[in-house]
């Protein structure tokens, strides 16, 4: 096998891995409802009902410890995440790694699948 033929199959491995990954990251906001489920008896995305956990309507763009009304831990407050895609899927994956001291009573949800999908949710109805 020649160099040029090794780094050619390295690129296309690469490329199929980014793709897959890429594709991996895109959720279906249907599947999300079903995850979200499970955050719903503390959480709410419409804007108005208070519950356990802080309402998530508008959290996109927003910053963590911020819902006027709800009385979040010091390490949230402290924590000053804005929340995005990407600070939503690791804050999903495993919630005290991200924030430690944080009083969410939730181990974290280790499916990228079912993080994505979640988050489809959130941007749909979290508005």
Known sequence: MTIAYKLTSIALAVAAVGSISTH????????GKAVFARCALCHDVKPGPKKMGPNLSGLFGRTSGTTA??????AMQKAKIRWDV?????FLTKPTGVVPGNRMAFAGLPNAA?????IAYLKTEAK
């Open 24 to 31: 991996a990251q895109v959720g279906d906001a249907t599947k």
């Open 69 to 74: 009304g709800f009385a979040y831990s010091p």
């Open 86 to 90: 990407k600070t939503l899927d690791a």
């Open 114 to 118: 079912d993080r994505a999908n979640l």
